[in-house]
């Protein structure tokens, strides 16, 4: 992942992770219904790692958002 572009992952995380919470899924949750583990389920949220567009597309799926929803960033 390109530290330069950190700040960027990590409102994507926070995103992600308030998406999760308004559809009440667990982080265990979701990643199952994506199929990954909960531990990179975790990084993604926590900015700790790059994230794919084939699991942010799987995201969107399940919390039934588009991707413009998901990269909507709040100031």
Do not use: W
């Not at 992942?1 to 992600?16: D, F, S, W």
């Not at 909960?38 to 799926?61: G, K, P």
């Amino acid at each position: 992942m390109n530290r330069q572009h950190h700040e960027k992952y990590r409102k994507l995380g926070l995103n992600i992770a308030y998406y999760r919470k308004a559809n009440k899924l667990s982080q265990l949750q979701l990643a199952e219904k994506i199929n990954i583990s909960r531990t990179h389920m975790s990084r993604i949220e926590m900015a700790d790692c790059a994230v794919s567009l084939d699991v942010i597309f799987e995201l969107c799926d399940v919390l039934n958002i588009t991707p413009k929803q998901l990269f909507d960033f709040r100031e």
